[in-house]
């Protein structure tokens, strides 16, 4: 039993990664699940050039269509990561191990299609996995420090408290670009300001690592890369 344990502790714990550097600037990585589609994506991307500064998508497979995937393209041309979501957005613990790899071969497909990159991180939908999605799923897991906005009940002066309340060097932050979804948009602007006063500089996961010398790990899920 405790061998198990042993074996199971890397695929049920967040690992915060670390290096030895003390002199690298704060770091933090603003993420949007969900997407795309051809209304609240816009407007993010619109807040993100207004901003100047990138950010990560994790999009679900099913969403990329003709027009949606012009935004895509748009969203990757200005410097920001695409990576993946699965297909459906399924509790993917539900999932046979088949269920599972198609859910993420058909979004690093259409990913890749329309950007020319492989994605190299996958957020699990609801944020709930298994042993057996580490095992089948050949990505590096993606948490992050969410602020609920996935609620149409949270304002949007409460989602950038809770964004500013968690910010730290290193840190993802886990927000939503669902259809719709506009406080969120609005929240940006009390963000992204407030942030770069505090001294954060801005950039996408795939940045993040590599800033940091960090190779991503397979079984881990990450929330945080600081120094």
Known sequence: MKNLINLLMPVLFVLTACTQNTTSPKLIALTFDDGPN????????EKLKKHVIPASFFVIGNNID?????????????????????????????????????E???????????????????????????????????????????????DPGVATEARAAMVLKDAADGGIILMHDMQG???????????????????????TVTELFKRRGINPQKRTMYSNVAD
């Open 181 to 203: 979804n506009q406080q969120t948009v609005d929240a940006l602007d009390i963000i992204i300001p407030e942030l770069k006063k505090q001294g954060f500089e801005f950039v």
């Open 104 to 150: 993420i071969k058909y979004t690093s497909a259409k990913i890749r299609e329309v950007t020319g990159v492989e994605p190299l991180f996958f957020r699990p939908p609801y944020i709930s996995v298994s042993p057996l999605m580490h095992e089948v799923i050949d990505l590096t897991f993606i948490n992050g420090a969410g602020c609920f906005d996935w």
């Open 38 to 45: 051809t209304t609240t994506t816009v407007h993010v991307l």
């Open 66 to 102: 003709e027009e949606s995937a012009k935004v895509l393209k748009q969203a990757f041309d200005r410097g920001c990561d695409i990576q993946n979501h699965s297909r459906t957005h399924s509790n993917m613990p539900d999932l046979s191990a088949d269920e599972i790899k198609e």
